[in-house]
């Protein structure tokens, strides 16, 4: 079946250790998103990518980088910069002109050792 | 400016409905959406419904929106305890576009 597959589902990381967290579609989808979800709060967009070679900021993006070399593939990283990285991580897509609103991955949920 | 609000809790008895609010500002978003998010798990897509339209039933949910208010509603008729998840309003300008989301509503469905 199609869909979006977050990895690992749980994430620990040290004091100046840069993370990544894997995020894979196989929807054929052009439009792939990153969200932050923090208790209490909304989804924050953090990195989006309208197509590959391509990304633009979301609304938090300091301490975080994208790269979409692959049409299928949006990985992020959390890089030591982010003093305040604990929190739970979504990743979405969506295709060109689909009639369809975001799909989500199930999330990885990322903590401080 | 763009801001989506809701209260943070709800709680029903097993069968009554329940009745989720969201206000937003922008009133040039065309897209409502609610989500559903269930303990670890991402967000699902429940309904969404266009800025041209009043009301959009769909099984036992009902979606409302007043565009002069900015308040959207969804009502889940005859509430289940499977229903209890955390339910999220969000609101687009364009379809496949960038979504502002509120801040989720816990509802909690006691037997």
């Known amino acids: 079946d199609g869909g979006i597959t977050q990895s690992p589902k749980y994430l620990f990381r040290k004091e100046g250790q840069n993370v990544t967290l894997s995020c894979e579609q196989n929807l054929n989808h052009d439009a792939m998103y990153w969200y932050r979800q923090d208790p209490g709060q909304g989804l924050r967009l953090i990195y989006y990518s309208q197509i590959v070679n391509d990304f633009q900021k979301g609304d938090i993006a300091e301490g975080y980088s994208v790269s979409r070399e692959k049409k299928e593939s949006f990985p992020l990283t959390v890089t030591s910069a982010q003093k305040n990285p604990t929190a739970f991580y979504l990743c979405a897509s969506i295709g060109q002109g689909a009639t369809q609103p975001q799909h989500f991955g199930d999330g990885t949920r990322l903590s401080i050792l | 400016g763009e801001d989506v609000e809701q209260s943070l809790f709800l709680s029903v008895r097993e069968g009554d409905s329940s009745v989720i609010n969201c206000t937003y500002t922008?009133?040039?978003?065309?897209?409502l959406y609610w989500y559903k998010q269930e303990p670890g798990a991402g967000l699902q897509l429940l309904t969404y419904?266009?800025?041209?339209?009043d009301m959009k039933q769909d099984q036992r949910l009902t979606v409302l929106l007043n565009k002069k208010d900015k308040h959207l509603s969804l009502r889940i008729a005859d509430t289940q305890t499977g229903d209890s998840a955390i339910y999220f309003c969000?609101?687009?300008?364009?379809?496949?576009?960038?979504?502002?989301f509120g801040q989720g509503t816990e509802l909690s469905v006691k037997p």
């Open positions: 969000a609101e687009s300008k364009n379809q496949g576009g960038k979504l502002i």
């Open positions: 419904i266009f800025s041209n339209m």
């Open positions: 922008d009133s040039s978003s065309t897209y």
